[in-house]
């Protein structure tokens, strides 16, 4: 098919725009029907015309139309405007000044530069494109093996459960055949000698009965009856069946003694596949560089602040704190210098339960009397959210800009995780998959975070555990403690925050220290720097950890990555 008279609908003269066309001129490059030749070798008698068939019509470019005057050609560029010119438009002074390039140079440029990019297409970025459709598909096959495997380890896994639960019942139920045959024989044992007694005092008895019978004296008086060994009656033998005391697991304490399956995660990683290029490329790998523990953490510098208890501690910066304690003000201190930079006052009057941070440097805090969350904006405070039949506790604002709160109930039975965005509920999260409380209930101290990898992870007071969920609620872990303890009291969490690393750390009240553990709940190590009383946490972006003790009012700024 010839591809130059194949358009899908019919060409139309470019004078009458009605006929079809049948013939060509090759200077103006004009389409033409039969009828209007004429009128256009007449329309500009300057130009020698060449009006050919239109399938005979030369390959010569065809000028684009001029967009300020119709039915005009441009063959020249302006490359100050950006845009083709005609004759016309360059004798009517409009370029005056400008540069004009014949538009065939640009033409050329512009074909020099499409060439390049259709090149890249088609040496360089598509076969990326197959790199990644080819990992993609290898990716899919090596998670069908992986997930594969994983299921056979867990069927295995179970059928050595099953095995060893077999082995138990067969052991209990041998155990219970041999104390049911010591007793039966015990039994039959006494049951024997009863008999013989029985016999005995039977001979006895007929014995008598004869000698009763007799009609010789001599009989009668020689009778000798032995009756006082009868009269001692033998002890009773108490027996009595074991027991067999069930040990029954809740399901989630079964689950987590059986085995935990980690979360999946689907991640975006920037740069995760490289161009088939030999320029070089900047590196600019998106995720942290990884930190080792010290060994020994240090205290780098000690605050002095003005409560009479200290409450919590938010990082504005790598150089500000916010503080909050015991009275209705939250306070902001410079960390080089220890000093008091501003005071906030909360907008009832009341003592603010929680402050965090939100990622544009503004402050949020919690009013646990007034069942408000508020930010503080150049000083204002705006009421962000209102609860009606729930108490706010603990709040932190999340790398999405939301709002993550965790809340009770006002008759004390339920405790639940809310997201919002503003003042809007995107996301409740309050039971597990089997329609159980995730977290305590009652007036307990709760404190939450995000975690880098977007786990949410609560400090619940009232089960004395970190509980962990994903970013769509399913939980992860509880941790409950670490054994052996610095003051070997029970774990009694409070604050929480995290770092670059994802590791969780929470300050333990009881034990004057601070738990470390990682994104799967491992312990990692303590920090206790001589703590008293540790209650709010937070990290800065270097991974300093502040933390804010209660009863001495100080906030301790603490080195424990390398």
């Not at 194949?6 to 039969?34: F, G, P, T, W, Y």
């Not at 709010?536 to 003790?549: E, I, K, P, R, S």
Request: hydrophobic share 30%; proline share 4%.
């Amino acid at each position: 098919m010839e591809p130059r008279t194949s358009a899908q609908d019919v060409m139309r003269c470019d004078l009458c725009e009605i006929a079809v066309v049948q013939m060509h001129c090759d200077i103006c490059l004009v389409n033409l029907c039969k009828a209007c030749v004429g009128e256009h070798m007449i329309s500009d008698e300057s130009k020698k015309h060449e009006i050919v068939p239109f399938k005979l019509r030369k390959s010569t470019p065809q000028y684009p139309g001029c967009k300020s005057h119709n039915k005009e050609r441009c063959t020249m560029y302006c490359s100050q405007c950006d845009i083709p010119v005609c004759d016309t438009c360059i004798a009517s002074h409009q370029h005056l000044g400008h540069k004009l390039i014949k538009i065939l140079q640009v033409l050329d440029k512009k074909k020099e530069n499409i060439i390049l990019k259709r090149n890249e297409l088609k040496e360089t970025i598509y076969p990326i494109y197959q790199d990644i459709a080819s990992d993609v598909q290898n990716r899919m096959s090596q998670l069908e093996k992986e997930y594969g495997d994983l299921s056979t380890a867990i069927t295995k896994h179970g059928e050595d459960w099953h095995r060893e639960i077999d082995k138990l019942v067969k052991k209990f139920k041998a155990e219970v055949d041999e104390m049911k045959n010591t007793q039966l024989q015990t039994l039959q044992k006494h049951l024997d000698e009863i008999n013989k007694i029985m016999s005995d005092i039977k001979d006895v008895t007929e014995a008598i009965d004869i000698s009763l019978n007799s009609y010789d004296i001599s009989v009668v008086f020689g009778v000798s009856i032995g009756i006082d060994e009868y009269r001692k009656i033998p002890p009773k033998i108490m027996v009595s069946s074991p027991t067999f005391n069930l040990k029954k697991l809740p399901a989630e304490q079964l689950s987590a003694v059986f085995g935990t399956l980690s979360s999946v995660t689907s991640t975006l990683k920037e740069h995760g596949y490289k161009m088939k290029t030999t320029q070089k490329s900047p590196n600019t790998g998106s995720s942290p560089p990884v930190k080792q523990l010290l060994d020994e953490p240090e205290t780098v510098t000690t605050i002095d602040t003005g409560y009479g208890e200290l409450y919590k501690v938010a990082c504005l910066s790598d150089e500000e704190i916010w503080t909050s304690g015991d009275d209705n003000t939250m306070e902001l201190y410079s960390i080089n210098q220890g000093s008091l930079l501003k005071s906030i006052r909360t907008k009832s009057g009341y003592i603010p339960y929680d402050i965090a941070v939100t990622k544009s440097g503004d402050l949020v805090y919690t009013d646990y009397r007034d069942r408000t969350v508020n930010i503080v904006k150049n000083e204002k405070i705006e009421e962000v959210i209102r609860l009606q039949n729930w108490i706010p506790w603990g709040v932190c604002s999340t790398s999405s800009g939301d709002l993550l709160v965790i809340m009770d109930s006002d008759d004390n039975k339920q405790t639940k995780v809310v997201r919002y965005s503003g003042s809007r509920e995107k996301q409740t999260i309050q039971f597990d998959d089997k329609g159980k409380p995730l977290y305590s209930s009652g007036r307990y101290n709760r404190y939450i975070t995000e975690n880098r990898n977007l786990d949410i992870c609560v400090s619940d007071n009232g089960a004395k555990a970190v509980v962990v969920v994903n970013q769509a609620g399913k939980l992860r872990f509880w941790y409950t403690g670490h054994t052996p303890a610095p003051k070997n009291e029970p774990f009694s969490p409070r604050g929480i925050t995290t770092d670059s690393q994802s590791h969780i750390l929470t300050a333990d009240k009881n034990n004057d220290c601070v738990h470390i553990i990682d994104q799967d709940g491992q312990f990692l190590r303590y920090i206790d720097c001589g703590l008293s009383e540790p209650r709010g946490l937070c990290t800065d972006t270097n991974d300093n950890l502040f933390v804010a003790q209660n009863r001495n009012r100080q906030v301790k700024k603490i080195k424990y990555l390398q």
